[in-house]
């Protein structure tokens, strides 16, 4: 928890220079602004976020950033769909932050990949013409899962947390820290994209 005493005020200046260095391109994403910052008391996502989200909007135009929202919304509908063409067998949830409709340059959008293997998957997206896919690893409650980096050619970021087809897999639960998390099939987070178009209009 941030303190809410004389430190706010260097954690919003600490919040407003990772912010940037993502909004600059220095950094990939939030992880990685926060990784740079060094020693000293860390800035929540939320407050990087917050100042990143005005950057953009001050910088476009808020209109801008509404059609770059909805962009990057239908840009992870179309990746999940090609994910589903590809392995038709596996179930593929949207979660966290992304299952709520939020996508943007913080960070990866991010969902499980339950019932297929990792090297699988990595290798049909690639033969697909993606990038080549990354792959690194999670510890879980359900043990060490590996997840597939995937961005297309638009340099969205979608990571793939890929698991075994059992109960837990489905559930709205965190399966690092068990706490509770959104968790939403395609048809659902169509939804949802829908009513950002609408809204951005």
């Not at 004389?6 to 600059?24: C, E, G, K, P, W």
């Not at 960070?107 to 033969?127: F, H, K």
């Not at 509770?180 to 809204?199: Q, Y």
Request: a negative charge; glycine letters at 8%; one cysteine or more.
């Amino acid at each position: 928890m941030e303190p809410s005493n004389s430190n706010t005020d260097d954690l919003d200046t600490r919040a407003q220079h990772a912010a940037r260095m993502v909004f600059d391109g220095a950094v990939v994403d939030i992880n990685g602004a926060l990784a740079k910052l060094g020693d000293g008391l860390l800035p929540t996502h939320a407050r990087v976020r917050r100042h990143l989200q005005a950057m953009q909007q001050a910088s476009n135009g808020l209109g801008q950033w509404w059609r770059d929202r909805l962009a990057a919304l239908e840009a992870i509908v179309e990746l999940v769909q090609t994910v589903q063409y590809l392995v038709p067998d596996a179930t593929v949830l949207l979660t966290g932050r992304t299952a709520q409709g939020h996508v943007d340059a913080s960070a990866p959008a991010s969902a499980r990949v339950i019932g297929v293997g990792a090297p699988e998957l990595a290798d049909v997206l690639e033969q697909h013409g993606l990038h080549p896919p990354g792959v690194a690893s999670l510890s879980t409650s359900l043990g060490v899962m590996p997840i597939v980096q995937v961005e297309d050619r638009g340099g969205h970021a979608i990571d793939l947390l890929v698991l075994p087809d059992t109960p837990a897999a489905h559930e709205a639960v965190n399966l690092v820290d068990g706490a509770r998390v959104s968790v939403l099939g395609l048809d659902r987070f169509c939804e949802i994209v829908e009513a950002a178009n609408i809204e951005s209009r």
